[in-house]
């Protein structure tokens, strides 16, 4: 396996704590991906000399490539240096040009340097420094018995950057001069279960294409992998199963490139040029904020209203306060005046209107917590609709939100 | 080290490949520091009998309690449950109790059972059955050489039930014996950042009391961690360290009891029954949608505005067309109309407004992407302060977010 393997091996006791989640081996695995190869271990230990200098003899076991992140901070609780220098057998040395460039930083941000930051000048004798433009704890890179090791800081801005210039232009060299060639694709589909999926796709995998399949969210990733002799040859098996599938399961798959459901909606709606508003009650913004994540958002979105209280509904979409008292905010009655009202308001082409309970309070035996209104108007059409999504209150926020972006993105199929 | 250690392994070649990013290891290091001790590894491997069977005999030579959470589907990819068999060398046998249950849920969500579904019906000889009430795949337990085996589903809602009512069961009947007593305190702070922290506090750690520094997103979160014989002693140094922390960095500690940012900011409004109006450009929403992620958030936030072009800006707001012309959305200008409009129509206590340029286009010389003016009315004042955020879309987002709860917690503190 060694010939072929990749690892990352990721430190500190604020991930072991669950103090902070880590995503720099996330954006790793996908990045490497991309580049038609795989990480194959991800290993976390502490901030411990000991437990470190483990992680790395196993790592040298098995990998040819070794990622470590964390650790090169200037407080006492960053050891990545100490056992790196231990693990190779290495002094650590002070390297002036480093140093010097810390001190820049430093006075450029007007901060004082301490001594505490010197400890970011030494490496182990004979590393290659890898820069570090985004802070200022620069990395290094250090081979043994055929491991090539890489040390990074864990700040993911820093990290991602430096490994785009170190790691990643020594993987491109290897892919170069590499024989079995992948291609991956993955359908995003929202609406069916996995074994529901499963149940129809699964069939279409075969010895040159693996079918994976992962739960996200209320979404499922349906990752298809080929791989053949040429790359083309991978992309055409990929495209043949990739058809298989969209024939089976259809509109239920909302994008074939990666892009998320917001991405899809915003992208549709400016190529079809039209607008949406959008009227929270129990989603609170996040609807809107989504949508808003998407660059060019703008071109399609300029009315949002969190109506969050029955005043707001009130004064801002004038429903009528005989339909508050007689069905209360979440009823299909309260839901169909907010759509309609914020359409007119807006002079949007489509308009969506939510209004449900998050919880974990507020729920009754006629309209638990759960229960959720989604109004649509569009064309000369208006339609409210019923749906009941249990959880927990950020859960229902989300898929309360992912419902919405799929009847936006459906109704958009035929326009 | 085995007598203490904690150790969990993730699988699935969703996560190596970057489809996914787990989120369960986060949980349980977070859950299990809480309950006063701490997860010491965690290794990650793909879909591999080979893999999964390697991590397990590592685990086996130093940890107490090892996890392994994913491959308990009923796909192919699914072999965590072979690994299992063959690791401990135990046949896999049928459980017709299982598979009873399972075709019972099938039957309730008026589903199809396929033979794929008995494959979760089936566990290694002499497991201990861990019950899902979540999902169809339920979990087992097996003993190995003084360390104790939990296989858990990966799907997070499911793998958390059934670690609440198995691990963390057995974890609890360990605290009881344990001689030594941690106390640990999160102190979550805004504004300054980590090496200014480290510097003015850093000396204030001692033998007994450990301080960790972690940037996480804009905000710095500093753990202090303190043992001695009885919790009570762990306790009392623990508050010592913490008086002198708040005498050094006073109000920039926001929370000092895990809350975030929106907590504290929605708690301090209710608590002080104050209204709070959310105008949102730039942000898009996120703001309002991070305050009404907090549970009671209804109790103080009626009126969100999501004023995404100027056309709402105008109608909404009744901000003078000739102020848009003349200086622009994002212009102080502006957001001061913004400000004290919106505290107009909604009758607030505290109103805030916000417009700049989220990226990644429409920046220029003078307004370059990351200006954001940001806006305050309350009491008979108005401020417009000026902030330059740049970064990413998302990022830039997330920040003035944060920053805006920072400017209400901050004006809350002297009322």
């Known amino acids: 396996m060694k010939n072929q393997s990749i690892e990352i091996i990721t430190t500190g006791e604020e991930l072991l704590s669950g103090i902070t989640q880590d995503s720099n081996f996330h954006w790793l695995a996908k990045q490497v991906f991309s580049m038609g190869f795989k990480v194959n271990y991800q290993q976390c230990v502490g901030d411990s000399v000991e437990d470190i200098v483990s992680a790395l003899n196993l790592a040298n076991t098995r990998s040819k490539y070794v990622l470590v992140t964390g650790g090169l901070g200037p407080t006492d609780d960053d050891l990545t240096r100490d056992a790196a220098s231990f693990f190779f057998d290495l002094k650590l040395i002070l390297n002036p040009n480093v140093e010097n460039r810390i001190k820049q930083v430093f006075a450029r941000r007007k901060r004082k340097y301490s001594n505490l930051n010197q400890k970011q000048a030494l490496f182990p004798k004979g590393s290659k420094v890898i820069k570090n433009s985004e802070g200022t704890a620069p990395g290094f890179v250090l081979k043994s018995n055929g491991s090539k090791f890489y040390f990074y800081p864990g700040v993911p801005r820093e990290f991602k950057s430096m490994v785009i210039k170190s790691f990643f232009f020594d993987l491109n060299l290897d892919k170069e001069i590499s024989s ?140 009528d306060k005989s339909i508050l008292l007689k069905y209360g905010a979440v009823s299909s009655q309260c839901v169909k005046q907010m759509v ?57 926020k989300l898929r309360t939100s992912l419902s919405c972006l799929d009847i936006i993105r459906r109704i958009l199929l035929f326009k």
Chains 1, 2 share one sequence.
Request: aromatic fraction near 10%; hydrophobic fraction near 35%.
């Open 180 to 319: 079995k060639k992948t291609f991956s694709k993955m359908l995003k589909v929202f609406g069916l279960s996995e074994s529901e999926v499963a149940h129809k796709i699964q069939k279409y995998a075969t010895k040159s294409t693996y079918i994976g399949f992962r739960p996200y969210n209320y979404e499922l990733h349906v990752r298809l992998i080929s791989s053949a002799k040429s790359l083309t040859q991978a992309k055409k098996e990929n495209n043949k199963i990739e058809q298989k599938i969209k024939k089976s399961i259809g509109n239920y798959i909302y994008s074939s490139n990666e892009d998320s459901l917001p991405a899809v909606v915003v992208k549709s709606l400016v190529k079809k040029k039209k607008f949406v508003s959008i009227t929270e009650s129990c989603t609170g913004g996040l609807l809107s904020s989504m949508i808003t994540d998407i660059p060019g958002a703008s071109k399609c979105f300029h009315y949002g209203f969190v109506t969050y209280g029955n005043n707001a509904k009130e004064s801002i979409l004038g429903v």
């Open 340 to 396: 309609i009202n914020s359409r007119k308001i807006s002079s949007s082409d489509i308009s969506i209107a939510v209004s449900g309970i998050a919880g974990p309070l507020g729920g009754t035996n006629s309209k638990p917590v759960g229960t959720v209104f989604i109004g649509v108007s569009y064309d000369d059409k208006v339609r409210v609709k019923k749906f009941f999504f249990p959880g927990s209150r950020d859960m229902f």
